[in-house]
């Protein structure tokens, strides 16, 4: 699998030339999105931090309780395409993003494009991030300029030649990212069930593990949380849509529970990937994880 | 009571299941599958949704000192595969997974000495010796059991 896919990105590099580099082009963000958002609020940005589970890659590896707010980096993603190491997000100037613009910020969570100008890989789950709104960005900022700044650099990157070639990361984004809402919902859909696709499709990221993908990485709508091997690790993310090997026995009570307390129906205990996911939810609000519970019972059942 | 009923029985019946097996690999899930009805019964209490109990307490609280004490002897080499969801990692670093029964061991028998002879006087009492036994299980299935399905 890894050398077709080899084979087929070396050939879009070569084949392509100018067009390839017209298409690749890194689009950044309307100016005037950003500007119609207010100044950010760094207790609101608390909630978009824990809903997007920023602290689950950019702390410390193995880090807990307080040390989940210094954001050094290090964490090391080992995929088929290579290992990516988490970078340092706090606020110190020089290793981390302190002399970062509100815009620059914006870039990379919803365009993933740096401020240089290049385009991230989409380990950092920016083509979810995408679907966030302007506002829950900006007040994300703020939160984060006022954690503690660490002055460490964290490893680089450890890929090689096509996937060490970030321009590529270009087709990638025009094949398989979009900032639309994934699920067709009713206009008249409750009000619940709309913030719940808002925190499962956007900030918290689910379909990053629960929906599979294609041999290039890109996520396979048409199968959106019908469940999927883990890129990184072992084991499966499983299924979470209504169907009957998915989230179909239980009910929205249950789901908001195992949110809330990692326990399942038959009180069996969360693990793998997810353990860390789970301890993020639990420091939302509980409307947010029943608004997430609503929309999983709302969605279509895979089959 | 009818709820707290099935709840007791389900603690006896997984602990004879325990008894009679010997595949190591059902012996272990057997065990878990104890844990977990310990769990139900401690979280109902929790909840309200099962009125507070001392001696229902009591045997949840054993019960899981018991699977901590047992536990950890399931794991021969070669257990990894079969009908498993016990993650390679066990065997890799065995240390490390010994260590995680070990932290298991002690919470649960500090829970038993705080129950006493009667178990904890009140939910109060219950809650604060049962929730650091309960935290060992997310622990735990975080490094060593993986899902594959």
Redesign the interface.
């Known amino acids: 699998m890894l050398r077709k896919s080899l084979y087929v990105i070396v050939a879009l590099v070569v084949a392509a030339g100018a067009a390839f580099w017209l298409l690749t082009q890194p689009e950044r963000l309307d100016g005037s999105a950003l500007a119609a958002a207010g100044p950010g609020d760094p207790d609101r940005g608390e909630r978009v931090f824990w809903a997007g589970g920023c602290a689950s890659c950019h702390a410390r590896p193995d880090a807990e309780d307080d040390a989940l707010l210094e954001l050094a980096g290090g964490r090391a993603l080992e995929t088929d395409f290579g290992t990516f190491i988490a970078p340092n997000i706090s606020p110190d100037p020089e290793h981390g993003i302190g002399d970062w613009s509100e815009a620059d910020f914006a870039n990379a969570m919803m365009r993933g494009v740096s401020p240089e100008g290049e385009h991230y890989y989409p380990a950092f789950p920016y083509s979810s991030y995408a679907r966030m709104d302007e506002q829950d960005v900006a007040d994300l900022f703020v939160y984060l300029n006022a954690l503690p700044p660490v002055a460490e650099a964290a490893p680089a990157n450890e890929l090689s030649f096509p996937y060490n070639i970030r321009r590529g990361i270009g087709l990638w984004k025009l094949l398989y990212m979009h900032d639309q809402p994934v699920v067709d919902l009713p206009a008249d859909a409750p009000e619940e069930v709309l913030r719940g696709r808002y925190l499962v499709e956007g900030p918290g990221h689910c379909g990053e593990c629960h929906t599979p993908r294609n041999f290039m990485g890109g996520q396979n709508f048409d199968r959106w949380l019908a ?1 999927a091997p883990m890129m990184e690790g ?3 993310a ?1 299924d979470i849509t209504p169907s009957e ?1 998915g989230l179909g026995s239980w009910s929205a009570g249950d789901i908001a529970y195992y949110l809330e ?3 399942t129906p ?7 990937a997810m ?2 996911v ?1 301890r993020n939810m639990a420091r939302l609000p509980d409307e947010d994880r029943r608004a997430i519970a609503a929309y999983l019972k709302a969605i279509p059942a895979a089959n | 009571m009818k709820r707290l009923a099935i709840s007791v029985s389900a603690l006896l019946f997984t602990m004879v299941g325990v008894a009679a097996a010997d595949d190591p690999i059902v012996v272990r899930q057997s065990l878990m599958q104890a844990a ?2 310990s ?2 019964t401690s ?1 109902g209490m929790m909840k309200g949704e099962i009125e507070y109990n001392p001696t229902v307490a009591k045997a949840a609280i054993a019960t899981l000192y018991g699977v901590s004490q047992a536990y950890g002897d399931y794991f021969p080499e070669g257990t990894q595969e079969g009908d498993s969801d016990a ?2 990692r066990i065997w890799e670093d065995m240390e490390g997974f010994q260590q995680a029964i070990a932290d298991f061991q002690t919470d649960t028998a500090a829970a038993v000495q705080a129950a006493g002879e009667d178990g904890p006087a009140d939910l109060a009492a219950f809650q604060q010796a049962i929730q650091p036994v309960l935290s060992n ?2 622990d ?3 490094d ?6």
Do not use: L, T
Not at chain 1, 266 to 272: I, L, Q, R
Not at chain 2, 144 to 149: A, E, G, M, S
């Open positions: 469940g072992e084991g499966s499983p090997d307390s990692g326990f038959d009180f069996d205990v969360v693990g793998g353990a860390d789970q | 977990a009805a769990a139900a979280a993650s390679p299980c997310k735990c299935h975080e060593f059991r993986i899902q594959d399905n």
